[in-house]
């Protein structure tokens, strides 16, 4: 009873798309699918063909032949039922059966024909779990990306941050350097000429120099020797005395002098002359690689001091962009909780609409949207909202014509709730019955119901609490897939869409424990592209009228959804 292999070939038997599921020669495969179609008779109704070895169960598919090749051992109703899957595959993900279509999605035919079979036996799965599998949507790994993308933008931030505060500390350091370096020569001479304290002593002139009548090229003097030069900051030898006929001893600066201090950069003056502390590199990049050559811990604390808020423009880079210039985000929270008994003890559902600008050109859009007529829901826009425009045509529309929305990032501009106590108004009727029986056990049966037959509910799993035995629930019927948490004591039954198409299911299994309110409260959870009240977007203009690209998503997710 196994499927050896599915293909997707042409009526002269070349291959576009072969799947083994047990270890067959390609070579093997193309021989078989070559003499396929000489064993094919035309104007037959069957769809079936035995050879020796194999059985060939086909489909034409207009110009092309979907084929399964099985032992002949095996369960041909089965098979019939895995190749009309098969074909339903094809269809999705081809939307034209022509061989460029077919060999264009070879990938992702594979990958759904390996759900449906594995290891030459049918796996349990429709078609819309092929759908939810082949998505790969994973809540968990959007969430790791945006961490990812926000540390990434934090770093860059923060490394800008550094490099303006090594910036400042050049300007800094050079401005005392500058300083400290007038200030020991005496007066505010050429700056070449500063560093030494006098000039060469010459009687044949009085006239003072750079630097006053006592600096630099003095008055009547010895002849040039030792005592001649004044004593140059940069090097060693004593200062002159007061008597000297170069002026006056530089004043040097005060040791108490205190530091500039920026954000954990330099600690200390910069003193001339004296040895650096530190390598050439520490002083190039401030003060916090100075403090990461002493510690480990320093370099961590100076780093601490930095700002690590981002930017507006960091923030706004860090929220996923969409492709349009104008994108209208809605979504909705909803609150149920249902007596087991029958009766609605609460029901709210709240909604938000943004608008997500992501150019300049667009950022005094108007959105106009539909709101569902008759609807109880009670909607508010945003004070920065144009009123009239709004009760007029439902248009969102800024009151202020000189203002506009922030490009890139969603400003919330539309709000509603709606409290219902009608039980018939709830999206999904959830009834649980346990049946108490004599030997100790519970016969529980649970059925739901879509009410709300204009939305689309994805991955719907109902939690249903299991009383303490030592043996698992069993399950007699499911319409979907079960799931029992022995150590949190769930049973989790799991539906993978509920639509208008298939709007009731229901469960039975028998479970050990006779107390029926052991079995409540039955939680709900889904997820859904559609809303409960249907908001809709007709489009988006710019000022003068000029239509805007724009795109729209919804989602729709309860809150607590409860029948206790």
């Known amino acids: 009873m196994a499927i050896l292999a599915a293909t997707v070939c042409t009526k002269s038997g070349k291959v576009l798309v072969s799947r083994q599921f047990l270890e067959m020669q390609r070579s093997r495969i193309e021989g078989l699918m070559a003499s396929f179609p000489k064993l094919v008779s035309a104007g037959t109704q069957h769809t079936t063909v035995d050879t020796d070895d194999v059985r060939f169960v086909y489909q034409p598919l207009d110009d092309l032949y979907l084929v399964l090749t099985t032992s002949k051992m095996s369960n041909i109703l089965q098979d019939i039922s895995s190749l009309h899957l098969f074909a339903r595959v094809v269809a999705e993900y081809c939307k034209v059966l022509t061989e460029r279509e077919v060999v264009d999605n070879a990938f992702d035919l594979l990958a759904a024909f390996d759900e449906i079979v594995s290891l030459g036996y049918r796996e349990n799965v429709n078609l819309a779990q092929i759908r939810t599998i082949a998505l790969m949507d994973s809540n968990e790994e959007r969430i790791q990306e945006m961490i990812a993308r926000n540390k990434e933008l934090e770093a860059k931030e923060q490394s800008r941050l550094k490099a303006k505060q090594m910036e400042i500390q050049r300007k800094e350091a050079a401005k005392l350097a500058k300083a400290q370096g007038f200030a020991a020569a005496g007066g505010s001479g050429s700056p070449p000429m500063s560093g030494y304290g006098g000039g060469f002593g010459s ?20 002849a040039a020797g030792p005592a001649a030069y004044g ?55 401030g003060g916090v690689a100075a403090l990461a050559l002493a510690s480990p811990a320093a370099a961590s604390s100076s780093a601490a001091t930095i700002p690590a808020a981002a930017s507006p423009v960091a923030v706004a880079a860090a929220i996923p962009q969409p492709a349009e210039p104008v994108h209208v985000t809605m979504e909705e929270r909803v609150t149920v909780i249902v007596n087991r008994d029958g009766g609605l003890q609460e029901m709210e559902v709240k909604g938000d609409l943004s608008i997500h600008v992501t150019s300049p050109a667009a950022a005094q859009a108007r959105v106009q949207v539909s709101l569902p007529a008759g609807s109880p829901a009670q909607f508010k826009t945003h004070p920065n909202m144009d009123k009239t425009q709004w009760t007029k045509s439902s248009t969102l529309a800024l009151r202020d014509a000189a203002k506009s929305f922030p490009v890139g990032q969603p400003t919330g501009v539309l709000k509603w709730r709606l409290v219902s106590k009608d039980e018939e108004a709830v999206p999904l009727a959830v009834n649980c019955w346990p049946n108490p029986a004599a030997d100790g056990t519970c016969e529980v049966n649970i059925e739901y119901e879509l009410l709300a037959s204009h939305m689309r509910l994805s991955n719907v799993v109902l939690a249903i609490p299991i009383p303490a035995s030592p043996t698992p629930p069993a399950v ?10 022995r150590q949190r004591g769930i049973l989790y039954w799991q539906v993978p869409e509920i639509s208008a198409d298939a709007s009731s299911g229901s469960l039975d299994f028998k479970a050990v424990g006779n107390q029926p309110g052991g ?3 039955v939680s709900v959870q889904f997820s859904s592209n559609t809303l409960y009240c249907p908001v809709t977007v007709v489009g988006a203009a710019a000022p003068d009228g000029s239509a805007l690209v724009h795109g729209s998503s919804a989602t729709c997710q309860p809150d607590e959804y409860k029948v206790v």
């Open 203 to 222: 009687g044949s002139s009085s006239q003072g120099g750079f630097g006053g009548p006592q600096a630099g090229y003095g008055g009547p003097g010895p």
């Open 476 to 485: 007699a019927h499911a319409d979907g897939d079960t799931l029992f948490d």
């Open 231 to 285: 004593a140059s900051p940069f090097g060693a030898g004593p200062m002159p005395s007061s008597s000297s006929p170069f002026g006056p001893a530089p004043v040097a600066p005060s040791p108490q002098r205190a530091p500039v201090d920026l954000s954990g950069g330099m600690k200390t003056g910069l003193k001339l002359g004296a040895s650096k502390a530190t390598p050439d590199y520490a002083d190039a990049f």
């Open 519 to 521: 079995y409540f409260p």
